[in-house]
């Protein structure tokens, strides 16, 4: 068998790797809607607990904050691919945090134990990147999922309209919202909405002038984000900025105090799947 078609990159399913390290034990966790769903992983009480946690897309923001965590490590997965590594469908997991053992039973607490026994960020990942070789090996890529990606690619680019999507992949609006639902854990009009709301958080990062940020991020107008900001993060553009400002969020993270941000290219996450 030629052994590079046993070939496996973590990059395929994984767009963003962060690890953090909190003040004194204390992790401030802020979570806009992105459409993704998180792989989460935890060392608690200096080293001698942890867990792994699954959360799912969110459709609101959430305002977290955690005591007794040492460090941990948080790898997002690209929208459309959870469903085939998790073996549940991401709308089961929308607005939900599940221990990674209630999904997948044993092999989710190993994990657990595999993670707390690594001695760095680069074992950790090669551990977890070495678990979902293995089930990414185990399922199959439904055509729904397939569908859903294509729709993500058009709505990340510059096609807002859900009906103009699904025209161009030649299926019905509700063809499309039913894939996208399995595969990403939210309706297309939802994902764009989190899109739109993304683009304006990073772009107030450099800016402060609303309208053109608005115009800019596919608003209809200013009144529009702001009543996006209102029913997506619970605070208007003006409040969400001078909150993250005073605690020194960066914008657009979702974790406060990041120690590290690599992508998993940068880590050079390919190995051999395991046979």
């Given at each position: 068998?030629?052994?590079?078609?046993?070939?496996?990159?973590?990059?395929?399913?994984?767009?963003?790797?962060?690890?953090?390290?909190?003040?004194?034990?204390?992790?401030?966790?802020?979570?806009?809607p992105d459409?993704?769903?998180?792989?989460?992983?935890?060392?608690?009480?200096?080293?001698?607990?942890?867990?792994?946690?699954?959360?799912?897309?969110?459709?609101?923001?959430?305002?977290?904050?955690?005591?007794?965590?040492?460090?941990?490590?948080?790898?997002?997965?690209?929208?459309?691919?959870?469903?085939?590594?998790?073996?549940?469908?991401?709308s089961a997991?929308?607005?939900?945090?599940?221990?990674?053992?209630?999904?997948?039973?044993?092999?989710?607490?190993?994990?657990?134990?595999?993670?707390?026994?690594?001695?760095?960020?680069?074992?950790?990942?090669?551990?977890?990147?070495?678990?979902?070789?293995?089930?990414?090996?185990?399922?199959?890529?439904?055509?729904?999922?397939?569908?859903?990606?294509?729709?993500?690619?058009?709505?990340?680019?510059?096609?807002?309209?859900?009906?103009?999507?699904?025209?161009?992949?030649?299926?019905?609006?509700?063809?499309?919202?039913?894939?996208?639902?399995?595969?990403?854990?939210?309706?297309?009009?939802?994902?764009?909405?989190?899109?739109?709301?993304?683009?304006?958080?990073?772009?107030?990062?450099?800016?402060?002038?609303?309208?053109?940020?608005?115009?800019d991020a596919?608003?209809?107008?200013?009144?529009?984000?702001?009543?996006?900001?209102?029913?997506?993060?619970?605070?208007?553009?003006?409040?969400?900025?001078?909150?993250?400002?005073?605690?020194?969020?960066?914008?657009?993270?979702?974790?406060?105090?990041?120690?590290?941000?690599?992508?998993?290219?940068?880590?050079?996450?390919?190995?051999?799947?395991?046979?």
């Amino acid at each position: 068998m030629d052994i590079d078609a046993l070939t496996f990159s973590i990059s395929r399913f994984v767009e963003d790797v962060r690890g953090v390290v909190p003040v004194a034990g204390h992790a401030s966790h802020e979570r806009l809607p992105d459409g993704r769903t998180i792989l989460v992983f935890r060392v608690l009480e200096e080293g001698r607990k942890g867990d792994v946690c699954v959360a799912g897309p969110r459709t609101q923001a959430l305002f977290k904050n955690a005591t007794g965590v040492t460090r941990a490590v948080i790898l997002q997965f690209k929208p459309g691919w959870s469903a085939q590594l998790l073996g549940v469908a991401a709308s089961a997991l929308t607005d939900q945090i599940v221990h990674l053992e209630d999904i997948w039973g044993r092999s989710g607490g190993d994990l657990c134990l595999e993670l707390l026994a690594a001695r760095s960020l680069p074992e950790m990942l090669d551990r977890v990147s070495h678990a979902i070789a293995l089930r990414a090996h185990q399922t199959f890529d439904p055509a729904s999922a397939r569908l859903a990606r294509r729709a993500i690619r058009l709505l990340e680019g510059d096609e807002v309209r859900v009906e103009s999507v699904a025209e161009r992949l030649g299926v019905t609006a509700r063809h499309l919202r039913r894939a996208f639902t399995e595969s990403v854990g939210i309706g297309p009009k939802d994902f764009a909405r989190a899109i739109r709301l993304q683009r304006a958080v990073g772009m107030a990062a450099t800016s402060k002038d609303w309208g053109r940020i608005a115009a800019d991020a596919g608003y209809y107008d200013q009144a529009h984000l702001i009543a996006d900001f209102r029913a997506l993060v619970g605070l208007t553009p003006g409040a969400f900025v001078k909150r993250a400002g005073d605690r020194g969020v960066r914008f657009g993270s979702c974790e406060a105090e990041a120690a590290l941000h690599d992508t998993p290219e940068r880590l050079g996450l390919d190995f051999q799947r395991p046979t």
